[in-house]
């Protein structure tokens, strides 16, 4: 099981990898005290370990499979049964002592007090080892060991943990740290079963270069787990220390670290930033306007079928070739072009009504055709009228003949869906409205190609 944590953060997080620390090393040698020289005999010999010491006048001591003394063997030894965690050996330690001393005020006067008195009461032991590289400022750190209590022990504390120290510590006292752990244990550990895991997240000042771990912390707890005669300890065993570069957020777990990923929450590949591309055409899903359908990056990820040089998803005619003043259709013919500048006059209406003329009835089958051969076009009919009359009536009379040529065309074959029709009026003309000449020229039908969105 994971117990809560305390975490003391110290600096900023920078991403990326340091120099020296690769993802996933470990940079506490012989954290399961496996290496021993020469082989541990009896108590407080952690100086057997290679690499560890201790980090003030306490005392650690090593445990180990291979030792002769049954008094620190594994599994047996005097503090109780315990196997390693990993290998073959760990270490133990006294995190808190609850000294006591006989309270004479009590002996010697019979009054009402409790018949003890704390006497060193922070007793404390701590082991350390030099870190393979310093830390790096910045950078985030896990840091996590194993822990299990004696079963000797009569008391169980909490704040065991661990302390980044830049220096050697090398304290002649026995008592309580002063420094406070970068990663330590909220609980009290009282476990006696089990090896119970106490691990941390912290960020580096830079300075760092030993791990020091024991008891820590001025608001320290304990209780009393009594067995037997009280020898008033907190003693643990240690076994499976670690600190190792944190791995960097990946939310999508898609390799791609969140602060280099600009699709965080989503998987995609490391070649687009961390974004997915559904159609592997190389284009991320968010840059392109076409996910599903492979197309090349100039055209922002969608296909050209008809090579016309415009993506299929603004191409109205995305099967035949065309221009882009076309939207991707077939630029209109001459023949075509011709039969529009003929309809402007060609198209005549009975004198102040919207009725058709039947000599107009030619030029727009003519119309009705193209519409019928080109199914791509859209087609915008604009009603014009002079400028003789009452404005409003002209306005309206030049909707309703727009109207009646587009119902003529619907009537032959076109859909409706495909003509839209406009009346301006006298707002527009193209002559001038005192002669007879330019008059004849503003009353007019004009035909517009065009493609509705």
Excluded at 7 to 34: R, T, Y
Excluded at 199 to 222: H, L, W
Excluded at 298 to 310: A, L, N, R, V, Y
Excluded at 428 to 448: C, H, I, L, Q, Y
Aim: proline share 5%; net charge negative.
């Amino acid at each position: 099981m994971k117990v809560t944590l305390q975490l003391a953060l110290l600096g900023v997080l920078v991403p990326g990898l340091m120099f020296g620390q690769e993802q996933g090393a470990n940079l506490v040698n012989n954290g399961s005290f496996e290496n021993t020289a020469p082989a541990v005999k009896t108590w407080d010999q952690l100086d057997h370990a290679t690499g560890w010491s201790n980090a003030n006048g306490g005392s650690v001591d090593v445990f180990s499979k291979l030792s002769c003394n049954n008094a620190v063997g594994i599994p047996d030894n005097e503090l109780g049964s315990t196997a390693a965690f990993e290998g073959e050996s760990y270490a133990g330690f006294v995190a808190w002592k609850d000294d006591m001393r006989p309270n004479w005020k009590r002996i010697l006067n019979g009054r009402d007090e409790s018949p003890f008195k704390p006497a060193w009461n922070k007793y404390s032991e701590y082991l350390q080892m030099a870190l393979t590289s310093p830390l790096t400022a910045g950078q985030k750190y896990d840091i996590s060991f194993m822990v299990k209590l004696g079963d000797q022990s009569d008391r169980a504390v909490s704040g065991i943990g661990a302390y980044c120290s830049p220096v050697m510590l090398a304290y002649p006292h026995r008592h309580q740290l002063a420094e406070l752990a970068d990663v330590s244990s909220a609980t009290i550990m009282d476990n006696k079963k089990d090896w119970v895991e106490v691990t941390g997240m912290f960020t580096a000042g830079g300075d760092e270069k030993y791990i020091v771990i024991g008891a820590f912390g001025p608001n320290m707890q304990s209780s009393k787990v009594i067995e037997g005669p009280d020898n008033q300890r907190a003693y643990y065993y240690i076994d499976g220390i670690k600190l190792n570069l944190h791995p960097e957020d990946d939310r999508d777990h898609d390799g791609v670290p969140d602060t280099e990923d600009s699709c965080p929450d989503v998987a995609g590949l490391p070649s687009l930033s961390g974004c997915p591309d559904r159609d592997g055409d190389g284009v991320a899903d968010t840059m392109d306007a076409c996910p599903d359908l492979a197309g090349p990056i100039d055209k922002q990820g969608c296909p050209d079928s008809d090579g016309d040089g415009i993506a299929d998803n603004v191409d109205k005619c995305p099967t035949v070739p065309g221009v882009a003043s076309m939207k991707g259709c077939p630029e209109v013919n001459e023949k075509t072009k011709k039969l529009f500048e003929k309809a402007l006059t060609g198209i005549q209406f009975e004198t102040g009504s919207a009725k058709i003329k039947k000599t107009s009835n030619s030029i727009l089958d003519q119309v009705a055709a193209v519409m019928n051969e080109n199914p791509e076009y859209n087609l915008e009919i604009h009603g014009h009228t002079d400028d003789q009359g009452d404005d409003a009536k002209n306005m309206t009379l030049s909707e309703e003949r727009a109207a009646s040529v587009r119902q003529y065309l619907t009537d032959k074959g076109t859909t409706g869906t495909r003509l839209k029709s406009f009346g301006h009026g006298e707002t527009m003309p193209v002559e001038d409205n005192k002669t007879s000449a330019g008059r004849a020229k503003n009353r007019r039908v004009e035909f517009k190609v065009t493609f509705f969105e």
